[in-house]
């Protein structure tokens, strides 16, 4: 469960650095997603189980080997307990052995591949040992906890997918006789009266700003070429922008506060925008 949740929150800050820009977001992405790496990666290539001598070995990513002695073993339950373990499955065996000084006893939960061969290999090495194979049930906390964490992650990843597919979408611009309306992610009102002037640039985003530095500052910034929210440069500063990157030609917006730059894919569609603006300007 503590590597779910860890994977969880990776995955929620990248979604909330996706969506704002903020710093403090890419800063929680680049601690928490190589730390996800770091705990997940050792799981799945350093995990194993060995029976050594008058042993039972171990191995779990990188925690530290455990060593039962076989005499110590009290019992072995098959059980689906999602409890944080050493154990990749959730068919699993619950080890109940003597702990260091023989006077308390303690449990640790594994998952081997062939879980009947492992207990009756177990059972052979201390004919003692009390073997269960039939699973015991989940009980109700656990199963509405587990319920909770798997729900939560879902959520999270179909959020970020719908957030980057729609985050790709043109603006929706609507021209009024008292302003021009962006809805949609991001979406503004620009009043008539805060216009100072329009341009049609001919050139896409990236070459009006192909020598100029710009920053992201709280908006999105899409894996194809979608841009909007809120952006700064050493030329235009502060300024907003509905754009596809890669398309031209780009309206420019002057007005008082930040500029405001609009494009969409279908260059035809930007044109016509920028003659129905004039008409309205």
């Known amino acids: 469960m503590t590597f779910l949740l860890i994977t969880a929150m990776s995955i929620w800050f990248l979604y909330l650095w996706i969506a704002s820009g903020n710093v403090f977001m890419l800063i929680m992405v680049i601690i928490f997603i190589p730390l996800t790496a770091f705990l997940i990666v ?80 177990l059972k052979s090495r201390n ?39 729609v985050g790709e979408f043109d603006p929706n611009v609507s021209v009024h006789n008292d302003g021009i309306r962006i809805s949609g992610m991001y979406g503004i009102n620009i009043r008539s009266d805060e216009i100072t002037n329009i341009f049609l640039i001919e050139d ?28 700064s440069s050493s030329g235009y500063g502060s300024h907003i922008r509905f754009v596809q990157t890669r398309s031209s030609p780009t309206i420019h917006i002057e007005r008082r506060g930040y500029d405001v730059f609009i494009s969409f894919r279908d260059g035809d569609k930007t044109r016509a925008l920028y003659n129905e603006m004039m008409e309205f300007n």
């Open 42 to 121: 050792p799981i799945w290539v350093h995990n194993y189980y060995l029976f050594d001598g008058d042993n039972l070995v171990i191995k779990f990513g990188l925690s530290k080997k455990v060593i039962i002695p076989f005499d110590d073993i009290i019992s072995a339950v098959s059980t689906k307990n999602p409890i944080s373990s050493a154990a990749l499955s959730m068919d699993r065996i619950e080890l109940k052995y003597r702990y260091k000084t023989k006077k308390f006893a303690d449990t640790i939960l594994i998952s081997p591949v062939n879980r009947l061969e492992f207990l009756e290999e």
């Open 204 to 231: 896409s985003m990236q070459g009006v700003f192909a020598d100029i530095d710009a920053i992201r500052t709280n908006g999105f910034d899409g894996f194809v070429q979608a841009q909007k929210g809120y952006f």
């Open 127 to 165: 004919e003692n040992i009390d073997i269960v194979t039939t699973p015991e049930p989940m009980d109700k906390a656990m199963k509405v906890f587990l319920t909770v964490i798997l729900g939560f992650t879902g959520v999270v990843l179909i959020g970020a997918a719908i957030m980057l597919v």
